[in-house]
């Protein structure tokens, strides 16, 4: 049947690539991965939320940040790479001893999918330690580059008993360079709840429009009731339930 045969050779590219399309939004969900324990938020009714900045640690960038922060009596947590923690560790130190928290976001920032389990280790180890050498104490807190997860990550992250922390509300990710200030204010505004995760990019100087509206957050969510506070501090509010593991059979 040449007429069967020539559907499938229509079909199975098609197929391939839907497929491609599934495998490939399933590593960078927000609330799901193959193994241990993802937090995208945490199911509180009290009026808490944590505010992240992923990458950096940038010294101009804290140097405009951290006093806004400071005078709110905000504190946060730091998704750093230890490339960047490595060249700058007094970075590092600055944001503890200022009470914030630090959080690992890989050494180099790759997209950690289809990458050996020695290259995940290496990317996660080396930048906790540079963490530890900050002076962290305490679980240290990942978040895979650009949220993406694969197989290989997760797998690690479980078996060395860490938690993969993602995020409810992310104002500049889509629009990305192009959002403007009040744009990404509205849709904090609009989109946190109690116990949500909201993920900023303030660290490089194509990010203003996302820094500029930090204090316009804080400003707006306090207006509303909000407390802010760390993700350990947020997780830690609701110990009972804080851990919800991915449910998915080991394959
Ligand atoms: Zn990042």
Not at 24 to 44: H, P
Not at 83 to 111: D, V, Y
Not at 147 to 158: N, S
Request: net charge neutral; glycine share 6%; hydrophobic share 45%.
């Amino acid at each position: 049947m040449w007429r069967r045969w020539q559907a499938w050779v229509l079909l199975l590219p098609l197929l391939l690539i839907m497929t491609t399309a599934a495998v490939w939004n399933l590593c960078k969900s927000r609330t799901f991965q193959v193994a241990g324990v993802l937090v995208a938020r945490v199911e509180t009714e009290a009026p808490m939320v944590a505010l992240t900045f992923d990458d950096g640690p940038n010294a101009n960038a804290l140097a405009a940040l951290l006093p806004i922060l400071a005078a709110h009596g905000v504190q946060a947590t730091f998704f750093v790479t230890g490339a960047e923690l490595e060249r700058h560790p007094e970075l590092g130190q600055q944001l503890l001893a200022a009470g914030h928290e630090l959080g690992n976001h890989s050494f180099s920032h790759q997209r950690m999918v289809f990458k050996s389990a020695a290259f995940v280790e290496n990317e996660i180890e080396r930048t906790d330690a540079l963490i530890r050498a900050a002076g962290a104490e305490g679980e240290i807190l990942f978040r895979p580059p650009y949220g993406a997860k694969g197989i290989t990550l997760p797998r690690y992250l479980e078996r060395t008993g860490r938690r993969t922390i993602m995020w409810d509300v992310e104002p500049d990710s889509k629009r990305g360079k192009t959002a403007t200030s009040e744009r990404i204010t509205e849709t904090t505004l609009a989109e946190t709840r109690p116990g949500s995760i909201i993920l900023l990019h303030v660290m490089y100087p194509s990010r203003q429009a996302s820094l500029a509206a930090v204090p316009r957050i804080i400003e707006g969510l306090k207006a509303r009731g909000y407390n802010f506070v760390t993700v350990s501090a947020l997780l830690d509010s609701t110990s009972p339930t804080k851990a919800q593991p991915s449910a998915m059979p080991e394959a």
